[in-house]
């Protein structure tokens, strides 16, 4: 079964901490994605990543960046945390293009005070 | 970028009955796919259909496509009170991106 895990289920930082969500994938996916989803607004994407060192940006990039050193590895960054960037943030990744299956890490929980 | 439209938005039934969420969009796709995400944790993938099918099944859910009114339905039959869940259909293009509807709140009652 694919596995994507999601180093930290719950996280309380203060407002203006740099924040890093990490995501690790278990088969060889090419594709990376960061959602965060709020009530209401469903899962709205932030960034995705096609390759090692490629990205690009979703719907809401804004105050967020990532990293993609490794294949198996896609870090969101948050630069500069504010309280409206507190919600769930999902990590999922995909073999090839959007005609694939996206398999979904837990999610992690991020409130910032 | 376009996202699909789950309807209805809260559905409640008795376990046993049959649900049916709809979800429609605008512009033209590769393939529909439905999620399945059980209260605070991540989405869990349940099926695809390409946009040349009508119809697909697997267990008890069934996928219909009609891609000239731009719009799918997902029918879980004889259902438990463990579908209890939001049911989210997702838009595929030609890209890497898979475009999320806002979701389906289906709780089944025993």
């Known amino acids: 079964d694919v596995k994507v895990t999601q180093s930290s289920r719950y996280l309380v930082k203060r407002t203006g901490e740099k924040v890093f969500l990490e995501c690790v994938q278990d088969m060889d996916h090419e594709n990376m994605f960061w959602y965060r989803q709020d009530p209401g607004l469903g899962l709205r994407l932030i960034y995705f990543s096609y390759d090692v060192k490629m990205k690009e940006k979703g719907d809401i990039p804004e105050g967020y960046s990532v990293s993609r050193e490794k294949k198996e590895r896609f870090s969101l960054i948050l630069e500069s945390a504010s309280t409206n960037q507190t919600s769930m943030y999902l990590c999922?990744?995909?073999?090839?293009?959007?005609?694939?299956?996206?398999?979904f890490g837990e999610g992690s929980w991020l409130t910032v005070v | 970028s376009q996202q699909g439209e789950e309807d209805p938005q809260a559905l409640s039934i008795q376990e046993g009955e049959n649900a049916t969420m709809n979800c429609s969009y605008k512009?033209?796709?590769?393939?529909l796919q439905w999620y399945r995400q059980n209260s605070g944790r991540g989405l869990v993938h349940l099926i695809l259909?390409?946009?040349?099918?009508r119809e697909k099944h697997s267990g008890r859910l069934r996928v219909t496509l009609d891609t000239s009114k731009k719009s799918s339905s997902l029918l879980i039959t004889a259902s438990r009170a463990a579908d209890t869940a939001s049911y989210f259909c997702?838009?595929?293009?030609?890209?890497?991106?898979?475009?999320f509807g806002k979701g389906t709140l289906l709780t089944v009652n025993p």
């Open positions: 997702a838009l595929g293009g030609s890209n890497y991106k898979l475009t």
């Open positions: 512009t033209s796709i590769n393939n």
């Open positions: 259909i390409r946009s040349n099918e």
């Open positions: 999922a990744s995909s073999l090839g293009a959007g005609r694939n299956t996206i398999y």
